[in-house]
Structure formats: C-alpha cells, structure tokens
C-alpha cells in the first residue's frame, strides 16, 4: 500500500510542476529588450560640473563677429534670474534604434533585458542569449541566467547525488589483489601451497605449481572478486546515465550577469554590456534576446523571441577625404633589362646540348625573355649584349678560348631562335591583320647582338666567398688574390683541399653563366624624360583599408603620408596626440574643425571643444546633426544647448 501512495504523491507533484510551467502558454509572455541610455561614461567622457578642465561661462565669437555666451545656466522667464539647468535622463524610452560610437576599433553595446514578474518562479531557471546580427554573420554573447532557490537547491542535490555515484566507482589506480580478491583466503592459501610466491609483491610467475597441479595464477584468479569488478565498469560506462538521471539540468558555463534591479511593478532588469571588435560590417547592428524557463525537472518552455532593436554605428571613417591621390612619375625613353642564365658544357667542349644538367630549363628561360622583349607593345630592342663568363679552373688561356667560342655557340642558338620567332610573328600579324607597325624586320635583329666574354670571373668569385655562410678560412683564400698570375692564384687556391672541393663543388657552377642585357627604348618616344602622373595606388590602398575599419593595417600604409586620412586613422585608434599634430597643419574645413573639437572633449577642455564645434557648425551646417552621434560632442550639446538654433 505505502508503494502505491508513493508512486501517486510523485504522479500529483509532476502534474502540478508541469501545470504550473504550462501557464505560460496561456499568458505567452516575452522578455523585453531596450536600449540602455546616456552610456558616454563608457567611453571616458567627465560630465561632472567640476572637471578639471570645465569653463561654466564664456564667449564665443563668430565669423560674423557676433559674440555668443556659452554657458549651462538659462533665464528664469518669471524672476528674470539666470538658473541651472539640470538634465533628467529618461526613464523609458521606446525607440528601437539608437546611434551609438565606434572608438579605439571597439563598439560598446549596452541593453536593457526586462524579465516580467510572470516568469518570475522559485521553481524556475530563465535561460536567456542575446544574439547580434552584422550583416550575414552572427554572434552570441554571454547567457544570462536566473535561477530560483528551489531551482538551484534542486540543481545541488542532484549534482551531490551524482557524486555519491562518482565516489562508488573504485579508481583505476587501487591495488588489484587488495581491492578485487578474497585477500586473507588467497595468502592463507599460498602461504600453505605455494610459499615460495612472491606475487604479494608484485612478481608473478607463472610456471609455480602446487603438488596437486594448481598453477600461482590459477589460485589467485581462483579468489578474484569477478563480480566486484564486473559492477565498477558497468558503473565506469553508465557514468553520463546517471548524470543525466540526477541532473536534471546542468550548470551552463559562458554565462554574464553584470547588473539586477528590481523595478516597481516587480519586474527585473538587468544591464547587459557587451564589447565587439569592429570590422567592415559594423555600421548596422542589430540585437535579438533568444531565451526559455525550466523547472526542477527539466521541463522547458520557449519564451518569445524579443523585438529586434537596432544599432546605428557612427565612426570616423565618415570624414574619409575619398579624394583621388596621385603620385609624380617620371618616364625614361631608355629602359635596360637582364637575365641570367646557366648553360653546362662538357669539358672542353663548346657545344649546347639542351639534355646536359639543367640546360633544357635554362634554354627555355632564353627563349622566353627574348620573345618577351621582341614582341613587347612598348619597348623597343636597342641592343643585346651577352656576356659569357667561366670559372678559373684550367689555364686561363683555354678558359678564354672556350668561353668565346661557348659565347658564338649561344649567340648562334639566339639568333636561331629569333629567325623562327620572326616567322611566328608575321605569321600572327597577318591572320588577325595587326596594325602594329614594326620598325624592323624581326630578322635583322641579329646585328644587334653584342658579344662579350670574361674568361675568369675573379670579381664575382670573390663576391660569393665573402657572401658563403658555409666556407671556411676565408682569409686564406682571399689572401690569394694577391697573386697576379691567374693560374698561380688559381693553383694556391686548390691547395687547400678541403675548401677548394667546396669552390669546385658550389661556387664555381655559379660563374658558368650567360648574362643577357637588354637595351631598350620607348616606341614613339623622342625626348629622353617625360613627367606624368598616376594613381597613388598604395595611398588608395590605405583608404579602402580605413574604410573598412581595419586601421592598424590602414595606418600602416598612411602613416608616412601625415595627412587628414592619416589623422583620422589615428583618431579611430585612440592616439589622440598624434592626430592633433597632423590636423593643426590641415586646412580648415567643418571636418577638420570639428574633429578637433572631438580632441579637446577628450581632453577635457570644453571651452575650446564648444567654439571648434560652433565653428564647424559655421562651415557646414550638418555638423549639428552629426554632433549628436558622437557622445564627446553630444554631452556638450547637452550641457549647454548648443543646438537650440534648430529649434529656432
């Protein structure tokens, strides 16, 4: 009997859990969600009356010569008495847009989360996320959660009860025979059949028998607690079902609550303030609040999204001077290009045969610079020089020989070349009727080509020794260089076995080269200098940068430029000192001014922050506006009604 009653109380309490969650159904609540307001203090604004720097009463004179006086006091219209103005912030306020600033490349977002005292439950946890949309891409923030007491007592217990769970699980680390055997019955037993076993100490073996054929090992599985070890794993591998049954609703981790407050009508809010990095897509936010209520036993009901409020990001990217920058250039009639190659002989041979070493990848190297040059639109060929150089292995006087005849060899192979180029061309020409009109005849290019040869490149020799990170005793191989004689020189080099296999083996294949030297000029070119302009295309770089609001990368580029796009960089990276060094040599515009009157809010000085900003409004009037989206300057405007003229 006492069973049944039992199963029926738990039967009433779930249905009364589950009536009491239900309810929301009928009442389809939803959490609120508002923006928080006057947040200039996020962004190191005083607006206290007694700031270091605050002037409560001066003038300020205009183009016009008409003096205003500024000051946050007005006229009493019935006693005639000037009186302070004080400021109520609002209490409610219903917009679902609010302008808010980017500064330092991070956006501060303050709201409001409003939870109805309907959704209010001892038994309950309210789990809410607040979710940003920028433009495709969206971002979680922090949970928010509230738990009730019986709530949190219920999530305790039940994690309490999984530890007791825990603790009933023998760890991996017990000793085996202590835990898992019949330990008094197993050292009886081998204590009076097998005294000679060493297995309480941790040796085994196996091949120990007793007089009746029973092995040490079959005596110790004999006491072995099968059933005790059978039980921890089923406990070790039913862990998460019993974390599950215990806990019916686990700690969520990632979770923010900044501030409470109990409203009068028993509603709760919270402030929620949350720091996002800037990218090219901050200029519109906007913010969803996603949340539900469990009860003790982990029952849940989806609550209803909240209404989307929206963020209006301002920035200094738009003061950008988007003003094309172009650069001087100057143009020379006369142009040279080179190009080296390397071509392997066999020894003492002249030659080319393209499947030696690398010589198929050098030739086609060859091949393409000399099509390069002779079909190019723009330049036109003056001369070709081709210098053949060796190493000083051997007698010099062989080397000279060889290196002018393997000079002839590629000269010839280029002229071979060029011969059949300049079918291909003329070719091309006449099937699509280009009307390029050639100077020359490809085919008299060949007496352009100037052969030179340089039999032992000493110069270049020694230029990659010094260069070697590798070679050793430098200095006496330098100090070789002395000797005049070349074949001399070459032979002391070579006494120093180790470091001449070297020479031999890596720098010696680097002056078996060719150097092509192209002498070009421009076509139609007479004058041998032309000055011209064109598109400053790294500066343009630079902007499409700081528009993008990646200004670390922006001011990288416009940093050597220290012009107002460099200053607005600075501005938007918080380095305060550097902008206003680059604005003071600015000209005067409403951008420049009223940038410096956002300098001088930072710094405190609201004298010279309201005459730069009346001055900006001078210059362009829409400066008023904008001084509202900036809450250095919109304080002011505040304080001292500095925009009653759009009112008037």
């Known amino acids: 009997m006492q069973k049944y009653l039992t199963v029926l109380f738990l039967i009433v309490l779930l249905s009364a859990c589950n009536n009491n969650l239900s309810r929301l159904s009928k009442h389809n609540p939803s959490l609120g969600l508002s923006h928080a307001q006057n947040t200039e203090s996020n962004y190191n604004i005083d607006l206290s009356r007694d700031a270091k720097f605050t002037s409560k009463s001066f003038k300020y004179t205009d183009t016009s010569g008409k003096e205003k006086f500024i000051n946050d006091a007005v006229k009493d219209e019935v006693t005639g008495e000037m009186v302070s103005m004080v400021y109520l912030n609002e209490i409610v306020v219903s917009a679902k847009s609010q302008n808010i600033p980017e500064r330092n490349g991070v956006i501060r977002l303050d709201f409001i989360v409003k939870i109805p005292s309907i959704l209010q439950d001892s038994r309950w946890q309210i789990d809410m996320l607040p979710v940003l949309s920028r433009g495709k891409d969206t971002m979680h923030f922090n949970r928010i959660l509230i738990s009730g007491e019986e709530f949190k007592r219920a999530q305790e217990k039940g994690y309490k009860k999984y530890e007791k769970y825990l603790r009933s699980i023998i760890p991996d680390d017990v000793d085996f025979l202590e835990v898992y055997t019949d330990l008094p019955n197993l050292v009886l037993f081998l204590e009076r059949n097998l005294p000679e076993s060493r297995v309480m100490a941790g040796e085994r073996d196996d091949d120990l028998i007793t007089a009746f054929g029973v092995t040490e090992k079959s005596a110790v599985d004999h006491y072995v607690k099968q059933w005790l070890i059978d039980r ?14 215990y806990v019916k609703n686990p700690y969520l981790l990632g979770t923010k609550l900044d501030s409470v407050i109990q409203m009068g009508n028993g509603d709760f809010a919270y402030h929620y303030s949350q720091e996002i990095l800037t990218n090219d897509k901050s200029s519109k936010l906007f913010l969803n609040l996603y949340g539900q209520v469990r009860d003790i036993n982990g029952m849940c009901f989806e609550l209803n999204t909240s209404d989307t409020i929206a963020y209006n990001v301002s920035s200094m990217v738009g003061f950008i001077d988007t003003t094309t920058r172009y650069k001087k250039k100057i143009i020379e009639r006369k142009a040279t290009a080179t190009m080296a190659a390397f071509i392997d002989f066999k020894v003492g041979k002249t030659d080319i045969i393209d499947t030696l070493s690398n010589n198929a990848i050098e030739l086609e190297k060859i091949k393409k610079a000399l099509k390069d040059v002779l079909s190019n639109e723009v330049f036109v060929l003056d001369s070709l020089i081709l210098t053949a150089s060796s190493s000083p292995e051997g007698a010099f006087a062989l080397n000279q020989s060889l290196s002018s005849q393997r000079a002839s060899s590629i000269q010839k192979y280029c002229e071979a070349y060029i011969k059949g180029l300049d079918e291909e061309i003329v070719s091309y020409e006449l099937g699509t009727k280009n009307e390029i009109q050639k100077t ?10 100037i052969q030179k040869t340089i039999p032992e490149d000493w110069d270049r020799l020694r230029i990659l020794i010094l260069n070697d990170t590798t070679l050793t005793n430098k200095e006496k191989l330098l100090e070789c260089f002395k000797i005049q004689d070349l074949d001399e020189r070459e032979r002391a080099m070579s006494s120093y076995k180790r470091e001449y296999k070297y020479l031999r083996e890596k720098i010696y294949p ?16 007479v004058k041998d200098t032309i000055h011209t302009t064109e598109i400053d295309s790294l500066y343009m770089n630079g902007l499409v940068l700081l528009k993008d609001r990646k200004y670390e990368d922006a001011l990288a580029i416009l940093l050597d430029y220290k012009d107002f796009n460099t200053a607005i960089a600075h501005i938007s990276l918080g380095h305060d000192r550097s902008a206003e060094e680059i604005l003071l040599s600015c000209p005067e515009t ?16 609201e004298e010279q922050a309201v005459k730069f900003f009346l001055r900006s409004k001078e210059l362009n009037f829409s400066m008023a506006y904008r001084g509202g989206l900036d809450p250095e300057i919109s304080s002011l405007i505040r304080k001292y009604n500095l925009n009653k003229d759009l009112f008037e």
């Open 232 to 245: 921890n794993n089923k406990r070790k591998a039913e862990k998460e079902k019993y974390f599950y049954k």
């Open 440 to 449: 020359s005849p490809l085919s008299e290019v060949n007496s352009l080509i």
């Open 510 to 525: 680097q002056l078996r080269r060719v150097n092509f030297t192209f002498n070009l000029h421009r076509k139609g070119m």
């Open 590 to 605: 409403a951008y420049k001014i009223y940038l410096m009157a956002v300098l001088s809010a930072r710094k405190g000085d």
